[in-house]
């Protein structure tokens, strides 16, 4: 009964969630001769609307740590990948922003759409040389634009509890345009599993930790620094 339960309102948040994606889309689609910080508030609704259809129909909520920990100027954002949920929350925590992502995304009927118009970083992960680079090309102009960049250096999610090998490219674009890297830890993979359809209630935290300074250290280093906090992280969440 409580499989049941949980299984009919995972259908009502998908539901709810895909119908205002699609009116949202359709009006920014419209709207696409706009610059991209008009149709990014237009589509960030989407998220807004989210985080609180899934307090409404699964009791997941938000407890974030170190919110003073957000700088004024756009950062690196360097963050564990656990769930579908990252990209909708960090979208009502974090300013303008936009991400590191597989090319596939923006396939998907819809939510591809709606993704295009957002400029993300788009990459072919077959190609490993000319995704780093374009990574730090286009990831310091969307920097020098303004935006955040929101990298996910274990490149594909993992299992709760569990923590993949960080790859740099993020670290490079903070090394090449002197910009802040701001860790960020969340355990929402315990709520919403990587490739799950059900959903389970429940407090997902998420910590964001000091601005770390790239000056004097190579991309190795700030990697390891940022993994290395995100393990610490992991065992207190």
Known sequence: MVSLMLFLRSLLYFLGSTLVLSFLVAIALSLFFLPIKYRYSILSRW???CMWWLKVTLNIKLNVI?????????SVIISNHQSTWETLAFQTIFPHQTWVLKQELQWIPIFGWGLSLLKPITIDRGEKL????????QGSARIKEGIFVIVFPEGTRQPFTKLGEYQSGGMAIAKKTGCNIIPVYHNAGRLWPKGSFVKKPGVI????GKPIQPIGKNATELTKEVRDWTVEMQKKY
């Open 47 to 49: 998220s807004i609307f």
């Open 66 to 74: 170190g919110n003073k920990n957000i700088p004024n100027e756009a």
């Open 130 to 137: 000319k995704a780093i680079k374009k990574v730090i090309k």
């Open 205 to 208: 935290t998420l910590v964001i």
